[in-house]
């Protein structure tokens, strides 16, 4: 189980109120899974950093602007959404998932957290009308699969450091089908390189700009 101090030591910007929120959705998660199953029991000793910090490595891959609209896409735990969330007062996060059960859980610990800039929706990202400037998902399905889902929900622009587009956890090779159409990421970042962590190794943090898909 990782210190506080080894859970934070790439993030040293954090302010302490930060920190503390966050380590306290840490704690709402475990409590939480203890009735609805929104993580893997095995990580339950260390949430904080194998979820939490895990999820964090996107605020050093994106900054988004004030009113940028997130749409987090199979949100699970609310991962990444609810730690977007409170790192980005700024942004206001929309956490997307089809099972009742877990947007009744992760909509109790947004109204614990009190964040202000978070809501989750009993719903899959598909079926909704609105728009958003980024999609982020954490090894949901095939990234094909993810484009399809929410392709008519980017809108074009530039709503932060980067286009646009999708942001995605993915672990392993990019999919065949996206080499082959030379749909390749924008910009990536190596987990395990940016953690110095080899339980990381292939899983990387990718950037597609919008484009008609």
């Given at each position: 189980m990782h210190t506080q101090e080894e859970i934070f030591a790439r993030f040293p910007e954090l302010s302490q109120e930060i920190r503390e929120k966050l380590?306290?959705?840490?704690?709402?998660?475990?409590?939480?899974?203890?009735?609805?199953?929104?993580?893997?029991?095995?990580?339950?000793?260390?949430?904080?950093?194998?979820?939490?910090?895990?999820?964090?490595?996107?605020?050093?891959?994106?900054?988004?602007?004030?009113?940028?609209?997130?749409?987090?896409?199979g949100t699970g735990g609310g991962l990444p959404g609810i730690v977007m969330a409170i790192v980005w007062p700024q942004a206001e996060i929309f956490m997307f998932d089809g099972v009742?059960?877990?947007?009744?859980?992760?909509?109790?610990?947004?109204k614990e957290l009190g964040l202000k800039n978070a809501v989750a929706k009993k719903a899959r990202i598909e079926e909704t009308k609105e728009?958003?400037?980024?999609?982020?998902?954490?090894?949901?399905?095939?990234?094909?699969?993810?484009?399809?889902?929410?392709k008519k929900s980017i809108r074009k622009g530039k709503a932060g450091s980067l286009e646009n587009g999708v942001i995605y956890f993915k672990g392993g090779e990019l999919e065949e089908e996206l080499v082959k159409k030379n749909i390749l990421?924008?910009?990536?970042?190596?987990?395990?390189?940016?953690?110095?962590?080899?339980?990381?190794?292939?899983?990387?943090?990718?950037?597609?700009?919008?484009?008609?898909r």
């Open positions: 380590m306290l959705f840490a704690e709402l998660l475990k409590k939480t899974n203890a009735r609805v199953n929104l993580i893997s029991r095995k990580d339950e000793d260390d949430i904080a950093y194998r979820h939490v910090a895990f999820c964090l490595s996107i605020c050093k891959f994106l900054t988004p602007n004030k009113g940028a609209r997130i749409a987090d896409v009742g059960r877990k947007i009744e859980a992760i909509s109790q610990i947004i728009v958003f400037d980024y999609a982020t998902g954490r090894s949901v399905c095939a990234l094909p699969m993810f484009f399809n889902f929410v990421p924008d910009k990536e970042m190596k987990l395990d390189e940016f953690f110095e962590d080899k339980n990381y190794e292939g899983k990387r943090l990718l950037h597609f700009k919008f484009f008609k």
